[in-house]
């Protein structure tokens, strides 16, 4: 079945630092989603790729869609303790628009 | 801004009872979802719903579960003969118009079984 892994697993970093997060997924995706999850909380839906090699950016928050719509990545500038959560890739699971595969997260603490 | 909201906020039931999840969507979404999510691990699709029907179902929503929409605002989750693997967070989502796919989830249920 479709897998959709990310690394790190766990990232620290000290406030300021960058932090990024890389998304891959055993199938292509038609697109591909990105979710936070506060500690104790809900996803909370950031973005959706959807072209090849498409870059979307949110205010410190870049996002990336690989070339062969595999791969995805989250990148965060000058991280605050504002950023802590998990964050979560999610893909369609093939031939569905719908069914959401989610990534294994990556579970961000920022240090003050 | 709507949201999605759901109870209760933590049901704790003895294993082989049945249990209900409610939750209640943004008014103007067509797609309604449920996921869980096991202490620590990722988010895992269950159903999606639409125009009053099943519309996808993974491997673990087996004979097990079900999904209602009562009446016009509700959408439930039954949960018949529970079992200890059960427990989990279960997180209600909705999705709005056709060509739209971001989910918005609820704040979701911690189903405990003893």
């Known amino acids: 079945g479709q897998q959709v892994m990310q690394i790190p697993q766990y990232q620290h970093v000290q406030e300021g630092e960058d932090f990024t997060t890389y998304c891959n997924s055993s199938?292509?995706?038609?697109?591909i989603q990105w979710y936070k999850q506060r500690p104790g909380g809900h996803p909370v839906f950031l973005i959706q790729l959807v072209k090849s090699g498409e870059v979307k950016k949110q205010k410190r928050l870049t996002f990336q869609f690989g070339e062969a719509k595999k791969n995805s990545s989250l990148h965060i500038t000058a991280t605050q303790t504002t950023d802590v959560g998990t964050y979560f890739c999610?893909?369609?699971?093939?031939?569905?628009?719908?069914?959401?595969?989610f990534g294994s997260g990556t579970q961000l603490t920022v240090l003050p | 801004e709507p949201e999605v909201t759901q109870t209760p906020s933590h049901q704790v039931t003895q294993m082989g009872q049945e249990v209900i999840l409610r939750c209640v969507p943004i008014?103007?979404?067509?797609?309604f979802y449920w996921y869980r999510q096991i202490l620590g691990q990722k988010v895992e699709f269950l159903v999606s719903f639409y125009n009053n029907e099943i519309s996808e179902k993974s491997e673990i929503f087996d004979d097990q579960f079900s999904v209602e929409r009562p009446d016009g605002s509700n959408f439930t989750l039954k949960i018949r003969s529970t079992k200890l693997e059960d427990s989990a967070m279960y997180f209600c989502?909705?999705?709005?118009?056709?060509?739209?796919?971001?989910?918005?989830f609820g704040p979701g249920t911690r189903l405990t079984v003893t």
């Open positions: 008014s103007n979404h067509l797609y």
């Open positions: 989502a909705s999705s709005g118009p056709a060509g739209t796919y971001e989910q918005y």
């Open positions: 199938t292509t995706l038609s697109n």
């Open positions: 999610a893909g369609p699971r093939r031939g569905s628009a719908r069914q959401l595969t």
